[in-house]
């Protein structure tokens, strides 16, 4: 999903691991840490802005997601943001967020919370496969609980994943 072309006053790079880094006229001073400003650049004045990306051919930044919702799955990189994107191209859902919970066989595996006008999981794996290879869809499709704050918590989402696929909590398939 691009998000446009850089801005006057701004630079972006392409670094390591396809991470954004960022350098500016805007940029903030940096974080306040014990007493001290921590400005958070590299030697050279990039901020590691914790995104991975890309240019496209029209020189537009691509996001692919964050770096540290990406997760292992028998031995294969998934960012959580890639099934969000596909989910939401799907007819009817408004809100996607992937989260990997424990898995014996492939040590995480993804588990999908939607908000959607109808809860059809088997409509949805049968789209995804289309677009997404086998390991990245989604074990399991919840429906998106109630969320206070801008946006849905990762971390708490992934907890309520855990609990109900352990059983400890019911939940629809």
Same mark, same amino acid.
């Given at each position: 999903?691009?998000?446009?072309?850089?801005?006057?006053?701004?630079?972006?790079?392409?670094?390591?691991?396809?991470?954004?880094?960022?350098?500016?006229?805007?940029?903030?001073?940096?974080?306040?840490?014990?007493?001290?400003?921590?400005?958070?650049? +590299?030697? #050279?004045?990039?901020?590691?802005?914790?995104?991975?990306?890309?240019?496209? +051919?029209?020189?537009?930044?691509?996001?692919?997601?964050?770096? +540290?919702?990406?997760?292992?799955?028998?031995?294969?990189?998934?960012?959580?943001?890639?099934?969000?994107?596909?989910?939401?191209?799907?007819?009817?859902?408004?809100?996607?967020?992937?989260?990997?919970?424990? #898995?014996?066989?492939?040590?995480?595996?993804?588990?999908?919370?939607?908000?959607?006008?109808?809860?059809?999981?088997?409509?949805?794996?049968?789209?995804?496969?289309?677009?997404?290879?086998?390991?990245?869809?989604?074990?399991?499709?919840?429906?998106?609980?109630?969320?206070?704050?801008?946006?849905? #918590?990762?971390?708490?989402?992934?907890?309520?994943?855990?609990?109900?696929?352990?059983?400890?909590?019911? +939940?629809?398939?």
């Amino acid at each position: 999903f691009t998000v446009g072309r850089v801005l006057a006053g701004r630079k972006i790079m392409i670094g390591q691991e396809n991470e954004i880094l960022v350098q500016g006229d805007t940029m903030f001073e940096g974080y306040v840490k014990s007493d001290r400003l921590d400005p958070s650049r +590299d030697s #050279n004045g990039w901020f590691a802005t914790g995104d991975r990306g890309y240019f496209d +051919d029209e020189q537009r930044l691509v996001v692919l997601g964050r770096r +540290d919702n990406q997760f292992i799955s028998g031995g294969e990189n998934i960012y959580p943001e890639e099934i969000e994107r596909a989910l939401l191209s799907l007819p009817g859902v408004h809100q996607a967020v992937v989260v990997d919970i424990p #898995n014996s066989e492939y040590g995480r595996r993804p588990v999908a919370f939607v908000d959607c006008d109808g809860f059809i999981p088997h409509e949805w794996l049968s789209s995804l496969s289309q677009s997404l290879p086998r390991f990245k869809l989604p074990d399991t499709f919840l429906a998106m609980p109630p969320q206070s704050g801008l946006k849905p #918590n990762r971390h708490e989402l992934r907890k309520l994943a855990a609990r109900i696929q352990d059983g400890t909590t019911k +939940d629809s398939d």
